[in-house]
């Protein structure tokens, strides 16, 4: 059975925020593993990784299974630290963002996120071979990538995730445009991100919605919709549909997907209730149909 998964936040939300959030998706949504950890920032884990124990307690209790992420940028030697107090960690399981990650795993069992860019099957046999077991495919790949990059983890073994819900993880940089937009520095950010929970819109000058900016991050601006394609991205032979949280009922949206994957309700109908959910953000499948990821390819959706 194809398994639903909840990436981890990306958002700089309040440890009440997380530890509600995750209490919600650990008594209600129908997610198979639950990914848990900061991603993006190194600034913000201090206000949420005290509660790390017992939100794993919680969600394990629940029939969950929990990964821990690592950073997907390191770059300073509390980060290194880190992602090395990481990689030392059988239990629970470990998804590596970052090269530094890879280095100090060393070939030790553990999974690969979306940020190491696995585009082709020659990158996901080296992958295998420095001890991975699972891989995030890049949320950008076109179908036809998919299902080679599918073919390829299966043969050797491997669980193989896609995005199917969420914005798009774009690119990370160096420096903070979060902070330099409200005129701080990265080092003096007063935690300005934490103003924008869904990430902080960015237009073109004719004032037309573009990208959200999240930090060191960019994101689009849509959230990618693969809902009317779950069933063929199953049949293409990937294991786990990953789901990122949004500032949207992320409990109905897993709901949505997960109706349709056994067969509950139609696609119209499971799609109708998620575009409800998510209001007046976009929902975009471009990357898929290998065109512009902005647009949303009506024709995809079954009758």
Request: charged letters at 25%.
């Amino acid at each position: 059975m194809t398994k639903l998964t909840l990436g981890p936040i990306a958002y700089h939300w309040s440890g009440e925020e997380r530890r509600d959030f995750y209490a919600r998706i650990a008594d209600e949504a129908p997610v198979d593993e639950v990914y848990l950890g900061e991603v993006i920032c190194s600034k913000r884990a201090p206000f949420h990784e005290a509660d790390l124990p017992d939100t794993i307690e919680r969600l394990e209790r629940a029939g969950k299974t929990v990964i821990v992420s690592s950073l997907a940028e390191v770059m300073l030697a509390r980060e290194r630290k880190a992602t090395a107090d990481l990689a030392e960690m059988d239990s629970p399981e470990i998804e590596l963002n970052n090269a530094a990650g890879l280095f100090a795993r060393g070939k030790r069992p553990h999974r690969v996120g979306p940020f190491l860019n696995a585009y082709n099957e020659a990158t996901i046999a080296w992958m295998a071979g420095q001890g991975a077991t699972h891989v995030t495919l890049p949320a950008e790949l076109p179908r036809a990538a998919i299902a080679v990059a599918a073919g390829a983890a299966r043969d050797l073994g491997l669980g193989v995730e896609l995005q199917v819900f969420g914005r798009a993880p774009l690119a990370v940089s160096a420096r903070c445009y979060h902070a330099r937009a409200h005129g701080r520095t990265k080092d003096n950010c007063q935690f300005v991100c934490e103003q924008d929970p869904d990430g902080m819109p960015l237009a073109t000058r004719d004032d037309h919605p573009i990208l959200r900016v999240n930090g060191i991050q960019t994101q689009s601006e849509s959230y990618v919709d693969l809902l009317p394609e779950a069933g063929e991205i199953s049949a293409m032979g990937v294991t786990h549909l990953r789901l990122m949280p949004q500032a949207v009922d992320m409990v109905e949206v897993a709901w949505a997907f997960r109706d349709v994957l056994d067969g509950a309700c139609t696609v119209a109908d499971a799609d109708a209730r998620l575009r409800a959910l998510c209001g007046a953000t976009g929902l975009s499948n471009g990357f898929y149909f290998g065109t512009a990821g902005y647009r949303r390819i009506e024709a995809a959706a079954p009758a």
